[in-house]
């Protein structure tokens, strides 16, 4: 059968990421476009809230409606498709109206924890529709089995690109350095009382903090934080190479790549 992945592209993510070099490596059709935060139109803020309305999921935008129209049409011209959401948190709506036309299958992976899950998706039915749900943590499977036969339900532990995430012997390490990476679901709160509190036990230790320049505010001008953004996957390997500790306070997870990496 023939084999297309939607799947967005997340600017924030590294390049190595596990998902994006499986889609890439597949040689299969992809679909789907690079993510963009920051300022947008009037207009593009209104379609996407009536999209919001229309399919009752909080991050569902038009950009998806149309990877899935685009999907839609690759069934009906090639027999046998499997078609694979790679974020079907986000990105899997109305696709699985084509489940079983032409002998399509189609397929997403969920990534949300059940709460968070449950807060952005008021309908669930629609996830009947699906001919395979892959989860990548066990605690998804009792919710989404109330929507979805749990024979359906595959749980497959996230990848990591170990080839590109891995040791250095060769790097020297201090025994004082610390490193927090990210902002999805991470609990910025507890990070901030973390580190003024170690500081104030031990000013030796180091924190390098890897995440948006929006949650840099409460960190500036503390002596023992280094703040880092947009950095290559090269720079964010060194930091973590040169890391003795992974700081990851989390308010809810099912994976997380920063600790896989």
Sequence with gaps: ???????????????????????????????????????????????????????????????????????????????????????????FRYLGVMNGVRGARIIASLHQPPAVFDRRVAWKTYLRRLSAAHVVARVQIPFLSNYIPEERIFFIPHPVDADFFCPDPSVAKTGRRCIFAGQWLRDFGLLEETVRRVHAADPSVQFTLVTFPERFPPFEGMPNVELRSGISDEELRALYRRADLLLLPLEECTFNNSMLE
């Design 1 to 91: 059968p023939s084999l297309t992945y939607i799947c967005e592209v997340h600017p924030h993510h590294a390049a190595h990421h596990a998902l994006y070099r499986m889609v890439s490596e597949m040689g299969a059709v992809r679909i789907g476009r690079k993510r963009r935060y920051g300022p947008r139109s009037v207009f593009s803020l209104r379609c996407d809230r009536w999209i919001f309305r229309l399919s009752g999921n909080s991050t569902y935008t038009v950009h998806n409606l149309l990877d899935e129209c685009r999907a839609g049409l690759s069934i009906l011209s090639r027999p046998g498709s499997v078609v694979h959401v790679i974020y079907g948190d986000d990105g």
